[in-house]
């Protein structure tokens, strides 16, 4: 059935440093992947978000890649700061479906 | 623009009671998600609305079921509580629905059941 694996479960970085989440999705008919980060007490905030038919997608610090031949996107976060500490979850999605998600990474970003 | 408002944010229930979470989407948002967070099971799908239409529907027992209201507003109900039914549910809206319409959360209604 559908699934999407998340590595790593846990990341540790030191501030400055950059941090790379991979996910691996299985329906080869997904076409939408966001990224969500979750603070403690708060719900999931979308960051970033790629479709299909684009290879790479940028906002500032963060950047996502999707490789779909491999069924591969990733998320970038370079020059780490604190606040950035959180857990952080992909997910894909294909037309007429329900998102799927990781199951998270709890990236810590030490001063 | 006002985010994704659910209510109540905590609740307590003892096993056998039913509740209710309440969930008003972004304002011109038509579409509402419904996920149930636990530690162990992660973020997972229990059902969307649209145009007061369910569409889709997780693997979830008959106990959990919602609603969608004119006005986009959605209710979700569980009845005969477990104490497996204690998790963190949350509401999504989007513009509309499919894949492609980025999907705005609430910050979750905390269900305790003892």
């Known amino acids: 059935g559908e699934n999407v694996e998340q590595h790593p479960s846990t990341l540790s970085v030191q501030e400055g440093d950059s941090a790379v989440i991979k996910c691996t999705y299985s329906?080869?008919?997904?076409?939408?992947f966001p990224w969500y980060k979750q603070e403690l007490g708060k719900g999931p905030q979308l960051i970033i978000d790629?479709?299909?038919?684009?290879g790479e997608k940028k906002d500032q610090r963060i950047a996502v890649t999707l490789n779909k031949t491999a069924k591969h996107f990733s998320l970038h976060i370079t020059e780490t700061q604190p606040e950035d500490s959180a857990v952080y979850f992909c997910?894909?999605?294909?037309?007429?479906?329900?998102?799927?998600f990781g199951q998270g990474t709890e990236l810590s970003v030490k001063p | 623009k006002a985010g994704v408002t659910q209510t109540p944010r905590y609740l307590i229930k003892t096993r056998g009671q039913q509740v209710t979470l309440s969930c008003s989407p972004i304002?011109?948002?038509?579409?509402v998600s419904w996920y149930q967070q636990t530690p162990g099971q992660g973020l997972q799908f229990l059902f969307e609305?649209?145009?007061?239409?369910?569409?889709n529907k997780g693997n979830f027992p008959g106990r959990f079921s919602g609603r969608q209201f004119s006005n986009s507003r959605s209710e979700m109900n569980v009845s005969t509580l477990e104490l497996g039914d204690s998790a963190l549910y949350l509401c999504a809206s989007s513009l509309g629905p499919g894949a492609s319409q980025p999907q705005y959360f609430g910050p979750g209604t905390r269900l305790t059941v003892l």
């Open positions: 790629i479709r299909s038919n684009v």
């Open positions: 997910a894909a999605q294909k037309e007429g479906g329900k998102l799927i």
């Open positions: 609305y649209f145009s007061e239409t369910q569409r």
């Open positions: 329906d080869s008919a997904s076409n939408y």
């Open positions: 304002s011109g948002h038509r579409s």
